[in-house]
C-alpha cells in the first residue's frame, strides 16, 4: 500500500513538470504597458499582440499607453502604475540605484540612440562637441558614456534642455541633439537639411536598445502572468515585422500619434531601420546574452559610471528555469526498480491467497500509474535512452528517434557508439567514465552524427542505475540538442570580434593578435610591424555620394589590403576610415616599407561603385619592433605619429616611424 502511495506522489510530480496549456475561463487580467514615447512603429508588436488577439489569448487586457518627454517610465513601473514598461539599457544603472527593476526581453540587439550635428558647423568629429551646445535627454547614459570614452567631459558642452523638436536643430536653437536613428532622420532628410550623425557603435559601445521591463514585485506576485505576457508581446512582434505593411495600416487607424500625425512614409522609413536593429535575421526576438550584458555593466564600470564587477544577479528574467534532472533521474529509477517489484509482488498474490483480491485491485491501479509513467518518458521532449550494464541500447523513447534518424530497432543491441562522430574530444569520453565508474552523475555536450551524417550538439547528462545490492544494473542518458544555441553562440562572438561592414577583426581582436604577436617575436627574437592606414579624401565621397558608396569602397578597400598581406598577418578596422595592420615576422624595416607601399599602391587604383569611379589614396605610417617600441602601446603611437606625418607630407605615401618625428607638430 506505502509503495503504491510512493508510485502516485511520483506520478503526480512528473505530471506538474509537462507545461500544460488549458484555455482560462475567467475574466481576462488588467495590465498595463507603459511605452517611452508617442505612438509609432517602434512599439508595433504591442499594437500587433493586442489586435491580433495573443494578449487575449494569454488572458490579458493590456492597456498600452504612450508617454511624453516629462513621464519616467522607470518610475511608472517601480510604483505600479503600471505593470510593465518599455526602457533603455540604462536599465542596469537603475539596478545599481536600488531600484528593483527586471529585463524581461531585448527587441532591439542594437541601440538606436544617436547625436546629429548640423553639418554646416565646424563640428567634422565627435570631438568638436567640445564647447558647443548640445540638447540630451532623460536617460541617454549611453551616451553620455560614448562622450567619456571620447574624452569629452560633460562640463566642456553646453547642456540645453531637450524639446524633441528636431526644427530646433535645423533653426540653429542648438549645434547638437540626442535622437533615434529610426526617426529625427528621416525629417532632416525630408527637409534636405545637411548634417551628421554620431553613433556609440563606432567606439565600441553597443548597447541593446527598447527592452522590455517590469518589476521585482510583478514577478513574485504574478509569476504566470509575466510569462504569458512577455511570451505574447514577442509573439505579437514576431507578427509586426513578417506582416509590415499590416501594422502601419493599423497603427495610422487606430494609435494616432499626439505630438505629430504619421504618416506612411514615414512609418515604412522606421519600420524598415527597426528591421536592422532587430536582427531577426540572426536572432530570436528578445533574445539576451548574460555575458553582453556583462560587456555594458563593464563598460559602464571603465567610464566609472558602475562599480567594478557589479553583480547582474535578478537583473535578467529567466523565462526558461533549468530541467531538473536529478529529479528525472529519480523517478526513472524508481519506476524501473517499481516494476520489478510489482511484478514479484502479482505473481506472490496469484499464488498464494486470492482471498487479496483488494490488493489486487490496488496492484492494478498502480500499474496504470505505471503506465502512465512510461507514457510520460515515451512522450518526453528530450531524448532519452537506457542501456544495460554492458552499454547495450535497450530502451530509446521517439525524440531519440526524431533527433538522430535512428529507429528503435537500428539501435537496440548497439551501442551508443553509433552516433559518434569522431569530433568529440578524447578528454571528455575520459572525463565521462570517470564520473560513472564512481557511480557519480556526468553531464557535458557531446558532438555527435545523425544517420543522414549531419554534425549536431548535445548536452548529455547520463546516470548509471545500481539495485538494491548496489549492483550496477543500467544506464540512462537524458540528452538535449543544443545545435542551435551553439551556433547562435558562435555567431555572438564572431559578432563582438569583427567589423560589422567588413568582416575584418575589430579594435579588441586586433590588439589581442598584437599581443600575442609582440610575444611570439620576443621568444624567437624576430620583428614585426605596426601599420596604420587611413584613407585619403574617404569623408567627402562618403558625404556627396551617400553610406551606401561609401560602404562599397570601405568593403572593396579591406579585400585589397587582404590580397596585399600574408595569411598569418592581420588587417583590421578601428573606425570609420581607419585600418591597421600587423605583419608578423617581417625580417627588417625595409621590408615593412615594401609591404606597406603595395598597400598604398593597391589602394590607389581607382574605385568602381556602380559604373561610378573614385579615387582614393592612403596615408600609412609604420612602426617596426623593437626599434620603435617595445609594446603594443609604445608601437601604436609610433604607428599613428608615422601616418599623421605621411598625411602631412602630402598624401599617398608611406612613412616609416622616426624619432626626430615626435618633436614635429602635426594638426591632426
Not at 484555455?23 to 499582440?49: D, R
Not at 593578435?513 to 611570439?520: I, K, M, N, P, T
Not at 587611413?534 to 569623408?539: C, G, T, V
Not at 602631412?648 to 616611424?657: D, H, L, Q, T
Request: proline share 3%; net charge negative.
Amino acid at each position: 500500500m506505502k509503495l503504491l502511495k510512493c508510485l502516485l506522489s511520483l506520478s503526480l510530480l512528473l505530471i506538474q513538470l509537462c507545461p500544460c496549456f488549458i484555455p482560462s475561463v475567467y475574466a481576462l487580467e488588467k495590465v498595463s504597458l507603459q511605452l517611452k514615447w508617442t505612438h509609432e512603429f517602434q512599439f508595433a508588436g504591442y499594437y500587433a499582440a493586442k489586435e491580433k488577439g495573443f494578449y487575449k489569448q494569454a488572458g490579458l487586457d493590456v492597456d498600452i499607453r504612450e508617454a511624453d518627454p516629462a513621464l519616467d517610465v522607470n518610475n511608472e513601473v517601480l510604483i505600479g502604475r503600471a505593470n510593465y514598461g518599455v526602457g533603455t539599457s540604462s536599465l542596469i544603472l537603475e539596478r545599481k540605484a536600488g531600484k528593483p527593476l527586471v529585463i524581461l526581453a531585448v527587441i532591439f540587439q542594437h541601440s538606436p540612440q544617436i547625436i546629429l550635428v548640423r553639418n554646416g558647423s565646424t563640428a567634422q568629429s565627435v570631438h568638436d562637441l567640445k564647447g558647443k551646445r548640445l540638447m540630451l535627454e532623460p536617460q541617454s547614459e549611453e551616451l553620455v558614456a560614448y562622450l567619456k570614452a571620447e574624452g569629452i567631459p560633460l562640463n566642456s558642452i553646453t547642456l540645453q534642455k531637450h524639446s524633441f523638436d528636431v526644427q530646433d536643430l535645423v533653426d540653429g536653437l542648438t549645434d547638437a541633439m540626442s535622437a533615434y536613428s529610426f526617426s529625427e532622420p528621416y525629417y532632416l532628410d525630408q527637409s534636405k537639411f545637411d548634417y551628421q550623425a554620431f553613433t556609440p557603435r563606432s567606439d565600441g559601445i553597443d548597447f541593446y536598445g527598447d527592452n522590455l521591463f517590469t518589476s521585482e514585485a510583478e514577478i513574485n506576485q504574478h509569476p504566470e502572468r509575466v510569462k504569458a505576457f512577455r511570451d505574447a508581446s514577442l509573439r505579437g512582434w514576431d507578427y509586426a515585422i513578417a506582416h509590415q505593411d499590416e501594422i502601419i495600416d493599423l497603427i495610422l487607424k487606430k494609435y494616432p500619434n499626439k505630438n505629430r500625425p504619421n504618416t506612411r512614409e514615414f512609418l515604412r522609413f522606421e519600420a524598415d531601420k527597426i528591421s536592422e536593429l532587430m536582427r531577426s535575421d540572426l536572432l530570436a526576438t528578445g533574445y539576451m546574452n548574460p555575458g553582453r550584458w556583462r560587456h555594458i555593466a563593464d563598460t559602464y564600470a571603465d567610464l566609472g559610471m558602475l562599480p567594478k564587477n557589479f553583480p547582474l544577479d535578478n537583473l535578467l528574467y529567466e523565462p526558461n528555469p533549468a530541467i531538473n534532472f536529478k529529479l528525472i533521474y529519480s523517478i526513472i529509477t524508481v519506476t524501473l526498480l517499481f516494476a520489478c517489484v510489482a511484478g514479484v509482488i502479482t505473481f506472490y498474490i496469484l499464488r498464494v491467497n486470492r482471498r487479496l483480491a483488494q490488493s489486487l485491485d490496488e496492484l492494478r491501479a498502480g500499474a496504470l500509474k505505471l503506465k502512465l509513467l512510461s507514457m510520460a518518458i515515451e512522450h518526453s521532449p528530450t531524448s532519452v535512452i537506457i542501456t544495460g550494464s554492458d552499454t547495450r541500447i535497450q530502451y530509446v523513447n521517439s525524440q531519440f528517434t526524431k533527433e538522430t534518424g535512428y529507429s528503435a530497432d537500428d539501435a537496440y543491441g548497439k551501442t551508443p557508439r553509433i552516433l559518434q562522430s569522431g569530433l568529440t574530444r578524447v578528454e571528455t569520453y575520459q572525463d565521462m567514465w570517470a564520473h560513472l565508474s564512481q557511480g557519480k552523475l556526468w553531464k557535458g555536450e557531446l558532438i555527435n552524427r545523425r544517420k543522414s551524417g549531419e554534425v549536431y550538439w548535445e548536452e548529455a547528462h547520463i546516470s548509471p542505475v545500481n539495485d538494491e545490492n548496489g549492483k550496477l544494473t543500467h544506464y540512462i542518458a537524458v540528452k538535449l540538442d543544443i545545435t542551435e544555441r551553439k551556433h547562435t553562440s558562435d555567431r555572438l562572438v564572431h559578432m563582438a570580434h569583427h567589423d560589422g561592414l567588413t568582416n575584418l577583426p575589430n579594435r579588441i581582436l586586433f590588439f589581442e593578435r598584437v599581443e600575442q604577436g609582440l610575444a611570439l617575436a620576443r621568444r624567437n627574437h624576430t620583428k614585426l610591424a605596426l601599420m596604420f592606414i587611413d584613407l585619403d579624401r574617404f569623408k567627402p565621397i562618403n558625404d556627396r555620394f551617400g553610406h551606401a558608396v561609401g560602404d562599397a569602397i570601405l568593403q572593396e578597400a579591406a579585400k585589397r589590403m587582404l590580397e596585399c598581406v600574408r595569411e598569418a598577418d592581420t588587417v583590421g578596422r578601428i573606425g570609420g576610415d581607419e585600418f591597421i595592420g600587423l605583419m608578423l615576422d617581417i625580417g627588417d624595416q625595409e621590408n615593412a616599407e615594401l609591404l606597406a607601399t603595395k598597400i598604398c599602391n593597391a589602394l590607389s587604383i581607382a574605385f568602381n561603385v556602380s559604373g561610378d569611379i573614385h579615387r582614393l589614396s592612403a596615408s600609412i605610417g609604420v612602426a617596426v619592433y623593437p626599434e620603435h617600441g617595445h609594446d603594443e602601446i609604445s608601437l601604436a603611437k609610433s604607428a599613428d605619429l608615422a601616418m599623421y606625418y605621411a598625411k602631412a607630407s602630402g598624401r599617398n605615401n608611406v612613412k616609416v616611424f622616426q624619432s626626430d618625428m615626435k618633436n614635429l607638430s602635426i594638426e591632426h
